[in-house]
Structure formats: C-alpha cells, structure tokens
Nanobody, 123 residues
Framework: VQLQAFGGGLVQTGNSLRLSCAAS????????LAWFRQAPGKEREFIGS????????TPAESVEGRFLISRDRAKNTLYLQMNRLTREDTAVYYC?????????????????WGQGTQVTVSS
C-alpha cells in the first residue's frame, strides 16, 4: 500500500482548498482511509475517515461542516475538501490507511501513511 498526499499550499483565511491522496491499494481488500493533520508542537490530529468500498465517512467534530472527505475509486484518489479555512488549520496534512473496517481515530490505528502536504493559512 502506498499513499501520496498533495495539493497543499498557501491560502488566505476564509478560502477553500482541496487536498488529494493518490492511493495504491490491493484489490479485493477492504480499507479505511483517513486524513490527519499535525501543527507545529502539537499531536497528530484526526480529521476524518472514509470506508473505501462504500464511502461511509466519519468526520471529526472539530472540522465537521467545514471539511469533507470523499474518494474516487476509479481514480484511486482520496480527497479532503477544506472550506472556510482559518489560521488554526495551518498544519501538515497526512493521509493514512488501514486494512480494517470500523471507526478509527488514533494515529496508531493506521498502518500506512503518506508523506504529508503542508497547508498554510494566512490572514
């Protein structure tokens, strides 16, 4: 399993940004994929997850209503649509995967990680 996140950059407060994660997944295997973020000096934070097969999402309460997770199975790509960005959203964003189905919220629940993409929100 290989994951590669991209799409980060510098964005102004209040604007939107969409991150992508190219996923190389094994066929006939069930996955839960997720987005995390890590700001300087802080723990890695769960943003939300999605069951790859049926698209069921579990968003984190901290971003629910602003961030939306989706996937395109045909393109093997995971997305994170981020709206109404604030400076507190500045972080390195990571995509992650596990070959288990369920509700997972912790860094240790995920076995595979992308390299991260930096998102900087400026006023």
């Amino acid at each position: 399993v290989q994951l590669q996140a991209f799409g980060g950059g510098l964005v102004q407060t209040g604007n939107s940004l969409r991150l992508s994660c190219a996923a190389s997944l094994r066929t006939y295997t069930s996955y839960t994929l997720a987005w995390f973020r890590q700001a300087p000096g802080k723990e890695r934070e769960f943003i939300g997850s999605i069951r790859w097969n049926d698209g069921t999402t579990t968003p984190a309460e901290s971003v629910e209503g602003r961030f939306l997770i989706s996937r395109d199975r045909a393109k093997n790509t995971l997305y994170l649509q981020m709206n109404r960005l604030t400076r507190e959203d500045t972080a390195v964003y990571y995509c992650a995967a596990t070959e288990r189905l369920g509700r997972f919220y912790h860094r240790s629940d995920f076995d595979y990680w992308g390299q991260g993409t930096q998102v900087t929100v400026s006023s």
